[in-house]
């Protein structure tokens, strides 16, 4: 797949797992966390979606797959440490692996 300007198409991330923590956004428009999302799921990553409102990152989740990307939705509130392990687990089981970590929420 040939790339354009911004490197879409790009699969140099293909095979890769990342977790985009804050990968939903309050309103329609892009957040940090939805757009660092779609960037990595447009070079070819999975992406696992966490959002305290998994109802937010639905919205993510659904502008990847638009695109033909693959993702993952876990509600989790990062400031619990076994929603974190519960995020891992979930990358781990659905794809064999983590790769790449976003932390795009801040307490």
């Known amino acids: 797949m040939e790339s354009d300007r ?3 198409g790009q699969d140099r991330l293909a095979g890769r797992v990342a977790i ?12 940090n966390g939805r757009a660092a999302a779609i960037l990595l799921a447009r070079n070819g990553a999975r992406v696992i979606l966490v959002d305290m409102k998994p109802e937010w990152a639905e919205r993510t989740r659904e502008m990847i797959a638009a695109e033909g990307g693959e993702s993952l ?6 400031t619990i440490p076994d929603d974190c392990a519960r995020i891992v687990r ?3 089981e ?5 790769d790449i970590l976003v932390n795009n929420v801040g307490i």
């Open 90 to 92: 979930a990358g781990v």
């Open 6 to 8: 911004y490197g879409r």
């Open 20 to 31: 985009v923590t804050g990968a939903g956004s309050r309103a329609d428009g892009i957040g």
């Open 73 to 78: 939705v876990v509600g989790a509130d990062v």
């Open 94 to 98: 659905r794809w064999g692996r983590i």
